[in-house]
C-alpha cells in the first residue's frame, strides 16, 4: 500500500530534550515536506526536500533541523524543543520536486506536547 | 507573496443541505488549486483539484470550479451527509511547485 508513515504518532516531551520524529515514503517521490498545523493558522510549512541531499527552509524553520540522507526518508529533528513547538506535524511527499499539478501525500500526523 | 483564504468556520449544517466553502487566492503566475480534507485523527487527503483556469474539479459529490476573474476557487456539494464532517482546507501550488499553501481551514459538522 503506498503510503507516509511517521513516528511517533504521539509524544510528550519536556523543553530541552532532543527528539526526532521520523517520516519514510515508499512511493518513490523526490519531494517531500514538513509541516507544522496549530489551530487557526492552517498548515505552515517547516523545511521541504527536492530530492537526496537537497533541503531548504520553509516559512517557520526556527528551532527544527532534517536531513535527506535516502530518497525515502525524511526525518524532523528538535534538538532543544520548547513548549512553543507543542503542535500536531505533517510530513507529506510528492512525486516530483517541482510540477505544480501534483498533489502532496500525507501522513497521518505525529502530536508533540512539549512541556 | 502567495496567499490562500478561505471562510472561518465552523460551519453546521443539517444532513442533505448544500454546502459551500468559499476559498480566494493571491498569486503570480498560474497556480494549481486543490481542497484536501482532513478527517478526525488523520492527515490530509486530496478531495479534489484543478490546474488551469475554469477547469471544474470533481469528487465524491464535490466540486469546485477555477475561477481566474474572481481569484477563487469555491468549495460546494448539494446535499451533504454526516460522513462529510472533517476540516476542509483549499491550497494552491504555483509554477515551480516547491512549496503548497494552504487557508487555515474550515471545520465542518454536519447533523443527523
Known amino acids: 500500500e503506498a503510503q507516509v508513515t511517521q513516528n511517533p504518532r504521539y509524544l510528550i516531551t519536556v523543553t530541552g530534550k532532543k527528539l526526532t520524529v521520523t517520516c519514510s515514503q515508499n512511493?518513490?517521490?523526490?519531494?517531500m515536506s514538513w509541516y507544522r498545523q496549530d489551530p487557526g493558522l492552517g498548515l505552515r510549512q517547516i523545511y521541504y526536500?527536492?530530492?537526496?541531499?537537497?533541503?531548504d527552509k520553509g516559512d517557520v524553520p526556527e528551532g527544527y533541523k532534517v536531513s535527506r540522507k535516502e530518497k525515502r526518508n525524511f526525518p524532523l529533528i528538535l534538538e532543544s524543543p520548547s513548549p512553543n513547538q507543542t503542535s500536531l506535524y505533517f510530513c507529506?511527499?510528492?512525486?516530483?520536486?517541482?510540477?505544480?499539478?501534483?498533489?502532496?501525500?500525507f501522513g497521518e500526523g505525529s502530536r508533540l506536547t512539549v512541556l | 507573496g502567495d496567499s490562500v483564504t478561505q471562510m472561518e468556520g465552523p460551519v453546521t449544517l443539517s444532513e442533505e443541505a448544500f454546502l459551500t466553502i468559499n476559498c480566494t487566492y493571491t498569486?503570480?503566475?498560474?497556480?494549481?488549486l486543490f481542497w484536501y480534507v482532513q478527517y478526525p485523527g488523520e492527515g490530509l487527503q486530496l478531495l479534489l483539484k484543478?490546474?488551469?483556469?475554469?477547469d471544474k474539479g470533481s469528487n465524491k459529490g464535490f466540486e469546485a470550479t477555477y475561477r481566474k476573474e474572481t481569484t477563487s476557487f469555491h468549495l460546494e456539494k448539494g446535499s451533504v451527509q454526516v460522513s462529510d464532517s472533517a476540516v476542509y482546507f483549499c491550497?494552491?501550488?504555483?509554477?515551480?511547485?516547491?512549496?503548497?499553501?494552504f487557508g487555515a481551514g474550515t471545520r465542518l459538522f454536519v447533523k443527523a
Open positions: 526536500s527536492m530530492n537526496v541531499e537537497v533541503t
Open positions: 507529506a511527499s510528492s512525486p516530483a520536486a517541482s510540477g505544480r499539478v501534483r498533489e502532496l501525500f
Open positions: 512511493m518513490n517521490h523526490e519531494y
Open positions: 484543478a490546474t488551469k483556469a475554469d
Open positions: 491550497a494552491l501550488r504555483n509554477t515551480g511547485g516547491f512549496k503548497t499553501i
Open positions: 498569486a503570480t503566475g498560474y497556480p494549481s
